[in-house]
């Protein structure tokens, strides 16, 4: 049974770069049958997906936050991570990391599992 | 603003039976994608509830069931107990915007 881990800060400046990972158990992040991803939730709010990356090395970004996002993979440790730069108050949210699983046609995918979350507050 | 729309929230007894709606569009839901649905109890992770429109993932009970049709999905919830007292969110993919997975803004279940 895959489980994910999210690890990193809980607390940030405003303009620092917010730093997660993913520890992923039970399964391979080189597994050509999933993707993988970070969605976040601001306190109160719905679900906002952020990044995804794929076996092969591709990357998907929300275009909300293309300019300011990052998320890569370590087959070596099975984990992947995120870097979002230059945060703001706007960003305190609680980030998951997901694997994303996919079904018959491009598009039609779904998230399963989540992992836990982690609350990350950007303050000064 | 939410690509896809949701009720904020919705109520019932125990007992009853609650549906959520789940609006997209032509780029989304219309354009065929899957619509799937996750319940996040409170203070807790999103947990995948239904997937490709109206599959449940094992372990999920039969009293969730959801439908598609047109630019729309539904969520049913029958035989409503206090535990499915949670959050409830639709998701799909739009093609409008270059690889764009997207989520309604939620719907809060409150059982009576």
């Known amino acids: 049974q895959v489980q994910l881990q999210e690890s990193g800060p809980g607390l940030l400046k405003p303009s620092e770069t917010l730093s997660l990972t993913c520890i992923v158990s039970g399964g391979s992040i080189s597994s050509s049958r999933y993707f993988w991803g970070w969605i976040r939730q601001p306190p109160g709010k719905g679900l906002e997906w952020i990044a995804i990356?794929?076996?092969?090395?591709?990357?998907y970004y929300n275009p909300s936050l293309k300019s300011r996002v990052t998320i890569s993979g370590d087959t070596s440790k099975n984990q992947f991570s995120l870097k979002l730069n230059s945060v703001t108050a706007a960003d305190t949210a609680v980030y998951y990391c997901g694997r994303l699983c996919q079904g018959y046609k491009y598009g039609d995918n779904w998230f399963d599992p989540w992992g836990q979350g982690t609350l990350v507050t950007v303050s000064s | 603003q939410s690509v896809l729309t949701q009720p904020p929230s919705v109520s019932g007894a125990p007992g009853q039976t609650v549906t959520i709606s789940c609006t997209g569009s032509?780029?989304?839901?219309?354009?065929?994608?899957?619509v799937q649905w996750y319940q996040q109890l409170p203070g807790r992770a999103p947990k995948l509830l239904i997937y490709?429109?109206?599959k449940w993932p094992s372990g999920v009970p039969d009293r969730f069931s959801a439908s598609k049709s047109g630019s729309s999905a539904s969520l049913a919830i029958t035989g409503l107990q206090a535990e499915d007292e949670a959050d409830y969110y639709c998701?799909?993919?739009?093609?409008?915007?270059?690889?764009?997975?997207?989520f309604g803004g939620g719907t809060k279940l409150t059982v009576l």
């Open positions: 032509s780029s989304n839901i219309g354009a065929g994608y899957d």
């Open positions: 990356i794929y076996y092969s090395g591709s990357t």
């Open positions: 490709g429109n109206s």
């Open positions: 998701q799909s993919y739009d093609s409008s915007l270059s690889d764009y997975w997207v």
